[in-house]
């Protein structure tokens, strides 16, 4: 007689993509929606700027804004978390997780927007909407190391710095997904190219290397990445874009050695990125690629992060 041994996969949450369709772009930021059990959170609501269209998102799977528990922030940066506030004046259940060192700037934005003014003194409207205070009663303080739960479904919180100091990322090991936000990258679903985002101001290579580390050890089979959704080989993907963040600080190194200054380090340094890109990619996506994550931020942010370097070692 036979024994038959069957192992069912119980699906524990459904993950859906959410496109937020950022400034009418499709593909650019993706919201990540966690159900289980009937508790609903969502993975970096997006900016204020696109609050309707998630809202239109929600309502084609019958869902409204009151209808969630939580949302799980990655980091603060506007273009994943610009649309707590605003979601939460909504919906004043809402919990908002957030490492301990974003907290302040989603309770008080004032200074978050002042340094986003700097980097787009025309724009900052346009690309991000309105962005509120949430409430310190809605906050809800991370440092890495919980486990959250949503229904049935649990998530382990990991402290994943290197794009930005305040950055974590939330493991669900029932489905092996990992949603990462800007740890791993820019990589459009659909292509293989990856893509450094580095913005100002605490891009930090070393501490990257740990997030890394700690991505890797606990084996996801699939990453979520807010730009834009799945990527399905997290060890191979890592790696490639490893190097590529490395080669990238050493571009931006080589062009702050070689020009006269500033605004010409940016532009050789905008220049090799883009050559660089355009040999991955064909020319519509190229342009795709560079509206998700702007080249010139990613100079600022490793020129940034070099000085920094250079002046602790000297
Ligand atoms: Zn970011």
């Given at each position: 007689?036979?024994?038959?041994?069957?192992?069912?996969?119980?699906?524990?949450?459904?993950?859906?993509?959410?496109?937020?369709?950022?400034?009418?772009?499709?593909?650019?930021?993706?919201?990540?929606?966690?159900?289980?059990?009937?508790?609903?959170?969502?993975?970096?609501?997006?900016?204020?700027?696109?609050?309707?269209?998630?809202?239109?998102?929600?309502?084609?799977?019958?869902?409204?804004?009151?209808?969630?528990?939580?949302?799980?922030?990655?980091?603060?940066?506007?273009?994943?978390?610009?649309?707590?506030?605003?979601?939460?004046?909504?919906?004043?259940?809402?919990?908002?997780?957030?490492?301990?060192?974003?907290?302040?700037?989603?309770?008080?934005?004032?200074?978050?927007?002042?340094?986003?003014?700097?980097?787009?003194?025309?724009?900052?409207?346009?690309?991000?909407?309105?962005?509120?205070?949430?409430?310190?009663?809605?906050?809800?303080?991370?440092?890495?190391?919980?486990?959250?739960?949503?229904?049935?479904?649990?998530?382990?919180?990991?402290?994943?710095?290197?794009?930005?100091?305040?950055?974590v990322s939330y493991f669900d090991h029932a489905e092996s997904v990992a949603f990462v936000g800007d740890t791993a990258g820019v990589r459009i679903e659909g292509h293989s190219y990856v893509m450094p985002a580095t913005p100002p101001p605490d891009v930090d290579l070393e501490s990257w290397e740990n997030s890394f580390?700690?991505?890797?050890?606990?084996?996801?089979?699939?990453?979520?990445?807010?730009?834009?959704?799945?990527?399905?080989?997290?060890?191979?993907?890592?790696?490639?874009?490893?190097?590529?963040?490395?080669?990238?600080?050493?571009?931006?190194?080589?062009?702050?050695?070689?020009?006269?200054?500033?605004?010409?380090?940016?532009?050789?340094?905008?220049?090799?990125?883009?050559?660089?890109?355009?040999?991955?990619?064909?020319?519509?996506?190229?342009?795709?690629?560079?509206?998700?994550?702007?080249?010139?931020?990613?100079?600022?942010?490793?020129?940034?992060?070099?000085?920094?370097?250079?002046?602790?070692?000297?």
């Amino acid at each position: 007689m036979a024994v038959h041994l069957r192992y069912t996969a119980l699906r524990m949450t459904a993950i859906t993509t959410l496109d937020n369709h950022w400034m009418g772009h499709p593909r650019s930021i993706a919201a990540a929606l966690l159900e289980s059990e009937g508790h609903r959170a969502i993975v970096d609501p997006g900016p204020g700027s696109t609050l309707e269209t998630l809202r239109r998102q929600l309502g084609t799977h019958g869902l409204s804004v009151n209808d969630l528990d939580a949302l799980l922030l990655t980091h603060i940066h506007l273009d994943h978390a610009g649309a707590s506030g605003a979601l939460v004046r909504e919906n004043p259940q809402l919990a908002v997780y957030v490492h301990k060192n974003g907290a302040p700037h989603m309770a008080d934005p004032s200074k978050l927007l002042g340094s986003a003014l700097r980097l787009w003194p025309n724009e900052l409207q346009q690309l991000f909407g309105e962005t509120l205070p949430v409430p310190a009663e809605n906050l809800r303080i991370l440092e890495g190391g919980e486990t959250l739960s949503l229904g049935s479904s649990k998530f382990e919180v990991v402290y994943t710095p290197g794009h930005a100091s305040h950055h974590v990322s939330y493991f669900d090991h029932a489905e092996s997904v990992a949603f990462v936000g800007d740890t791993a990258g820019v990589r459009i679903e659909g292509h293989s190219y990856v893509m450094p985002a580095t913005p100002p101001p605490d891009v930090d290579l070393e501490s990257w290397e740990n997030s890394f580390t700690a991505i890797l050890e606990r084996k996801p089979e699939r990453l979520f990445l807010t730009h834009f959704g799945f990527s399905g080989n997290p060890s191979e993907h890592v790696l490639v874009f490893r190097e590529r963040l490395h080669k990238w600080a050493a571009m931006a190194a080589k062009s702050m050695r070689s020009a006269s200054d500033e605004s010409a380090a940016m532009a050789s340094f905008m220049a090799a990125a883009r050559a660089e890109i355009e040999e991955h990619l064909p020319a519509e996506e190229v342009e795709h690629y560079v509206f998700n994550a702007g080249l010139n931020l990613s100079f600022l942010g490793l020129a940034r992060y070099l000085r920094k370097r250079a002046s602790a070692a000297s």
